[in-house]
């Protein structure tokens, strides 16, 4: 269990809008999910099983960032029915939602009881011109994207320029980053000012990357992993630390199939020739095409083999089993994954798990599989409990 405490189970509002930038949206919320704290996200004018539209934000050559459409979120409280004293903190999504949230009065009312209570605040981007617009800010020392840094000076704040997009500063009960790369920063500490302590996290985990993996499936567990203090490396064959994988967002909408949409790209943090796989405690196998062609890779199929057949923790979710399945380490096994990847764990020898609803997971002695990415939570859980990491309050 991430949460071994559940009479003091912590809970936190998610304020999100329709094309709030993607990562900062989902990281957050599926990663505190994770850990056992409960989570409602909502938005103004919508209600629970509405869906909004994100907004990929992407550092681009030009003067500024390059804007593509993202996931659709989907909000699971409404807006009018919230209870500002049932929560513990309070998240604000970055991306352009926040440009017109901060001119509702009843979102700047929400956000300035959250201030004035002293209950944690962790806002992140363009988050904090609401902040600035509930007067939030006025002495805090604060970050931001730079292009806020003017709006947040104007509204009172000390400027804190980022040194970089990984930047995130604490004061007092407000915690902001610059922008979605300092989400491992931002989380730990929002976890800690709600209590949270977070033990056992000396692990080192290797990520399994690809050219168009699903940009959720390597994004949110590897920041999620990451907020919890351990040390996490992606790496992908053929190319070294540094260079990066272009993501694909693979998402549900109304069709026989998912759709395909370009994602963010990925940075890589270490070379896969030469790696020293022994140095690593546990592996994850993020989904989406890249399994089908990193499962004909020779080397892949060495590395998986090493990791299960010394029962280091693996954790693989939905077209990541094409690989376990192609590496010939799952007969015997209780498995699930996409659907479509029936056929290859039916074949491999592994028994097969219905992931009926797609958020399904499983773990099966090393292994944890999952169908899709609306699984995360219950998926780095599971992954969690088989590093012996977690998260109590």
Not at 214 to 243: I, R, T, W
Request: proline letters at 5%.
């Amino acid at each position: 269990m991430a949460n071994s405490n559940t009479k003091a189970q912590r809970r936190v509002l998610l304020l999100c809008g329709d094309y709030m930038e993607d990562y900062e949206a989902m990281v957050p919320f599926q990663a505190l999910l994770a850990f056992g704290v409960s989570v409602d996200a909502v938005c103004p004018g919508k209600k629970a099983g509405d869906i909004c539209r994100t907004a990929i934000h992407q550092a681009s050559a030009h003067q500024t960032y390059s804007e593509s459409r993202g996931h659709n979120f989907t909000i699971n409280a409404t807006f009018d029915e919230i209870e500002f004293t049932k929560y513990d903190g309070l998240v604000i999504s970055g991306g352009r939602a926040p440009e017109y949230l901060a001119m509702n009065s009843v979102v700047l009312e929400l956000v300035s009881n959250f201030s004035n209570s002293g209950k944690p605040i962790a806002s992140i981007c363009h988050g904090q011109l609401i902040l600035a617009a509930a007067g939030s800010v006025k002495g805090r020392k604060c970050t931001a994207y730079p292009t806020v840094g003017p709006v947040l000076v104007a509204a009172g704040a000390h400027w804190v320029e980022p040194e970089t997009m990984s930047t995130c500063v604490v004061d007092g009960n407000v915690i902001t980053a610059a922008t979605y790369e300092g989400h491992p920063k931002l989380i730990q500490h929002f976890v800690k000012a709600l209590g949270g302590t977070i033990t056992g996290s000396d692990k080192r985990i290797l990520f399994l990357c690809g050219d168009y993996m699903e940009d959720y499936e390597v994004n949110v567990p590897f920041q999620s992993l990451q907020a919890l203090g351990c040390h996490v490396d992606a790496v992908c064959p053929k190319k070294k630390a540094g260079d990066a994988c272009p993501t694909a967002v693979h998402d549900f909408e109304g069709d026989q199939t998912y759709s395909e949409k370009p994602g963010h790209n990925f940075t890589l943090t270490a070379s896969f020739e030469g790696l020293n796989t022994s140095s690593y405690d546990a592996l994850v196998i993020p989904g989406g095409r890249a399994p089908e062609y990193l499962a004909l890779n020779e080397s892949v199929i060495a590395l998986v083999k090493e990791f299960m057949e010394i029962k280091k923790p693996v954790a693989s979710i939905c077209h990541g089993q094409q690989i376990l399945s192609a590496a010939n380490v799952l007969k015997g096994r209780k498995c699930t994954a996409y659907p479509a990847v029936k056929l290859n764990v039916v074949l491999s020898g592994a028994t097969w798990l219905e992931p009926d609803p797609i958020d399904r997971c499983f773990t099966d002695g090393n292994l944890v599989t999952g169908a899709a990415w609306p699984g995360h939570p219950e998926f780095i859980s599971q992954f969690m409990a088989l590093l012996g990491v977690q998260v109590s309050f």
